[in-house]
């Protein structure tokens, strides 16, 4: 489910924006996705515009150990939980979606086979911070993340310093191929399938030889065209994690 609001103080326009929302949802199924349901509104009022979406942002345990505690919450943890605190404001990646639980699911399996013990590891599109955040609690020495997006930076440097990781992560505004080529021993990329096959070069290129990359978004039916780009950037398969119809890879840089 999207939830989107619109300024009711021009009803005019609020119609206006509705019937736009519609239309557009009619040219998608050209792309012949799944269907799409009907626009459905209400009116909200604006003192729980801010609030009203954290409802629905709960405690999120993934896999083993790895806790998403929403600020505003509170959490008991457990024996040998590790616990990423985040407020994501406007920027994605609360752990809801399952694009980001299996990236998740996959820094765990990294932390499990000591692959992030003092690694420097590259987050591209890091959203909210939640995966750099997971990957240093789990042993990464150092996180560069970047987005395109200025609230997203900001919401990374916030949530690090939220769990105390300011001086290990650093978030930077921009995309790849970066100004200032680093190579990395690991590199998380949440994203979509088309954004995956047009940076396959590029995230290959940031890898150290031997390197990992954990590339999620990707629906299933688009996976073997991933596959094909990430195939002719030199990365191999070494792991394949799913959840409903969205997949994730594991590769490794073959030189």
């Known amino acids: 489910m999207v939830r989107g609001y619109v300024s009711a103080a021009n009803p005019a326009a609020a119609r206006a924006a509705i019937e736009d929302v519609r239309r557009?949802?009619?040219?998608?199924?050209?792309?012949?996705?799944?269907?799409?349901?009907?626009?459905?509104?209400?009116?909200?009022?604006?003192?729980?515009?801010?609030?009203?979406?954290?409802?629905?942002?709960?405690?999120?345990?993934?896999?083993?150990?790895?806790?998403?505690?929403?600020?505003?919450?509170?959490?008991?943890?457990?024996?040998?939980?590790?616990?990423?605190?985040?407020?994501?404001?406007?920027?994605?990646?609360?752990?809801?979606?399952?694009?980001?639980?299996?990236?998740?699911a996959g820094v765990e399996h990294w932390a499990d086979g000591g692959r992030l013990d003092n690694a420097c590891v590259l987050d591209v599109g890091c959203g909210s911070g939640i995966l750099a955040i997971a990957a240093a609690l789990l042993g990464a020495q150092s996180v560069v993340g970047i987005d395109t997006d200025p609230l997203a930076v900001e919401a990374t440097r916030s949530n690090a310093a939220l769990n105390g990781l300011a001086a290990r992560i650093e978030a930077r505004r921009g995309s790849l191929p970066m100004p200032s080529p680093?190579?990395?021993?690991?590199?998380?990329?949440?994203?979509?399938?088309?954004?995956?096959?047009?940076?396959?070069?590029?995230?290959?290129?940031?890898?150290?030889?031997?390197?990992?990359?954990?590339?999620?978004?990707?629906?299933?039916?688009?996976?073997?065209?991933?596959?094909?780009?990430?195939?002719?950037?030199?990365?191999?398969?070494?792991d394949r994690l799913r959840e409903t119809d969205w997949v994730a890879l594991e590769l490794e840089r073959a030189d």
Do not use: Y
Not at 28 to 49: C, M, N, S, Y
Not at 68 to 88: A, K, Q
């Open 182 to 238: 680093e190579q990395f021993d690991l590199v998380l990329a949440n994203l979509v399938a088309s954004v995956l096959v047009d940076l396959a070069a590029e995230l290959a290129e940031d890898l150290r030889p031997g390197g990992r990359l954990l590339a999620s978004g990707i629906f299933a039916d688009r996976e073997a065209e991933v596959l094909k780009a990430f195939g002719a950037a030199g990365l191999l398969v070494v």
């Open 24 to 104: 557009a949802l009619g040219h998608l199924q050209a792309f012949e996705l799944r269907p799409i349901g009907e626009v459905q509104t209400r009116v909200v009022h604006e003192e729980d515009w801010a609030e009203a979406w954290k409802q629905h942002f709960p405690v999120l345990r993934v896999g083993r150990r790895l806790v998403v505690r929403p600020t505003w919450r509170e959490h008991v943890p457990l024996p040998g939980d590790v616990v990423v605190s985040l407020d994501p404001g406007m920027a994605f990646g609360t752990g809801l979606h399952p694009t980001t639980r299996l990236c998740l």
